[in-house]
């Protein structure tokens, strides 16, 4: 018998296959993105670390932000009262009769903000609300701003109120105040946002609270008392 052809194709078990190759190249892909992230993260680390050894370093205080000045541009309160249309009210009963009342006012502040420390700070917008035992009246915002290390810098803000309401026993109040005391309490409340930056890194962001008191003579049109305090900045 003649013997069996013999195939043309040699197979060769020790040469890689397409698969096996792919496998390969893929490994060494994952290894690569491995190694690049430990070394990013390595260098993220080490930055945070002499970051927080600088600020250490330096000892960075609280700023000193205060408000410096109150100007009452306008000031105009219009009650409500159930006996309006009579003319023999008096004060006393217009006062007890009030059903509610709008004040309208305009008041611009000069604040001022020191930075004592060797490093810059960088403060973020800053809101500022005016209140009437409680009651929000008005709104105010300053933008934000960077302050370079040992300096002092002046920051205005303006707080207009329309118009706004106030019922029943809160009227009441701000009709006696206004009519007989002369004199009008109102509470300026603000957060200012900061930070100390340090070789163009920023700190972790605090709050910087601010709490003013002052009275205002609605006959005046001006400011007659201011107290003021602010609950300042630690790192």
Do not use: W
Request: some cysteine; proline content about 6%; hydrophobic content about 40%.
């Amino acid at each position: 018998m003649p013997p069996p052809p013999q195939s043309t194709h040699n197979y060769n078990p020790y040469l890689p296959t397409s698969s096996s190759s792919s496998s390969a190249k893929s490994a060494s892909f994952k290894g690569c993105c491995c190694c690049l992230f430990l070394l990013f993260s390595f260098l993220a680390l080490l930055a945070l670390a002499i970051v927080l050894v600088v600020i250490l370093a330096v000892k960075p205080k609280k700023p000193q932000f205060d408000l410096q000045q109150v100007g009452v541009q306008y000031m105009g309160i219009t009650p409500t009262t159930a006996s309006s249309l009579d003319p023999t009210t008096t004060t006393s009963n217009t006062i007890s009769s009030t059903q509610s009342a709008s004040i309208s006012l305009t008041i611009h502040m000069l604040f001022t903000a020191v930075n004592p420390n060797k490093v810059g700070i960088k403060y973020g917008e800053s809101r500022f609300t005016v209140m009437y035992r409680g009651i929000p009246l008005g709104k105010a915002s300053v933008p934000g701003f960077y302050q370079e290390s040992h300096s002092s810098r002046n920051v205005e803000a303006t707080i207009a109120v329309d118009r706004a309401n106030l019922m029943q026993a809160d009227a009441a109040s701000l009709i006696k105040d206004a009519s007989l005391n002369d004199r009008i309490e109102l509470r300026v409340l603000g957060d200012v946002g900061a930070k100390i930056r340090v070789l163009n890194f920023d700190s972790p962001g605090v709050q910087v609270s601010v709490d003013c008191a002052i009275a205002i003579s609605p006959r005046k049109q001006s400011l007659t008392s201011k107290q003021c305090g602010f609950d300042g900045l630690s790192v």
